[in-house]
């Protein structure tokens, strides 16, 4: 009987790692589909991303330009808000910045430097909701200066 119960108890503690850490694997979603910045449009805001239920969140950003000579460039920033409705700039951590919080980057610097760009919210940052923006500046129409975006979300629970 002894035997049987520690049986039981042994399947029940590996189910619940099982879950635990099915619970625990990372989500990623796709939050920016290719678009392509020139002179119309200027900039693209991702769709709006719930974090409340995230302990940590992570935004990468891909960037492939073509410039002619106007260099372009695409900013990226991050916003956040209490009711999906209202929205506020925030500052976000990036390699480059190690410990200091940015408020906005700069991508593509240079003509046609393609750029791969990961940065992630504070921790201590409680909003629920979060979207990325990225503007470009010296694009032209014709595919001549103009970068193309994706972006990606990845949150652990």
């Keep these: 009987m002894n035997k049987l119960i520690k049986i039981m108890l042994t399947v029940i503690i590996a189910f619940g790692l099982t879950v635990g850490l099915a619970l625990a694997s990372p989500v990623n979603k796709a939050i920016i589909a290719s678009t392509i910045l020139d002179n119309d449009p200027t900039s693209v805001t991702s ?61 593509c610097t240079g003509e046609s430097a393609d750029q791969n760009y990961n940065f992630w919210m504070i921790e201590n940052q409680v ?3 979060v979207r990325v923006v990225v503007t470009i500046t010296g694009g032209d129409a014709g595919g001549d200066d103009q970068i193309v975006i994706l972006g990606y979300m990845a949150g652990v629970k």
Excluded: C, R
């Excluded at 506020?88 to 951590?93: R, V």
């Design 127 to 129: 909003a629920p909701y």
């Design 47 to 107: 769709t709006v991303v719930n974090v409340q239920d995230y302990k940590k969140v992570a935004f990468f950003i891909y960037a492939d330009e073509t410039d002619s000579g106007n260099d372009t460039s695409a900013a990226v920033t991050l916003e956040v808000s209490y009711d999906n409705t209202t929205w506020i700039a925030t500052s976000f951590y990036d390699a480059a910045g190690g410990a200091t919080p940015q408020t906005s980057e700069t991508l």
